[in-house]
Nanobody, 123 residues
Framework: VQLQASGGGLVQAGGSLRLSCVAS???????MGWFRQAPDKEREFVAA????????DYADPVKGRFTVFRDNAKNAVYLQMSSLKPEDTAVYYC??????????????????WGQGTQVTVSS
């Protein structure tokens, strides 16, 4: 499965962006998530959604500001980001794994990764 992320860019603090990730295969059986990596920092979990869309998980720093959702008819997952802060600046990666009843926030459980899209939030 190949993942293509897009939608990053430069935005002022307080602004919004929507990231998109389109898969090369059907996503009906894939949990899908977003991770990010800022310069000189470890990759960290941002948000994820189960294969059905019935369950989501968010990292504490983004709760209440970011929303993850999916459209299996389009083989896509999205990350709506609002009230952006300079500390949200990072390369954002989408990831996917075969659906499993395990935690969504653990990167090594994901098998497929996109190429990343840069999000820069200016103060």
């Amino acid at each position: 499965v190949q993942l293509q992320a897009s939608g990053g860019g430069l935005v002022q603090a307080g602004g919004s962006l929507r990231l998109s990730c389109v898969a090369s295969a059907r996503t009906f059986n894939l949990d899908m998530g977003w991770f990010r990596q800022a310069p000189d920092k470890e990759r960290e979990f941002v948000a994820a959604v189960t294969w059905s869309g019935g369950s989501t998980d968010y990292a504490d720093p983004v709760k209440g500001r970011f929303t993850v959702f999916r459209d299996n008819a389009k083989n896509a997952v999205y990350l709506q980001m609002s009230s952006l802060k300079p500390e949200d600046t990072a390369v954002y990666y989408c990831a996917a794994r075969l659906a499993m009843a395990r935690r969504l926030d653990y990167g090594p459980l994901y098998d497929y990764w996109g190429q990343g899209t840069q999000v820069t939030v200016s103060s």
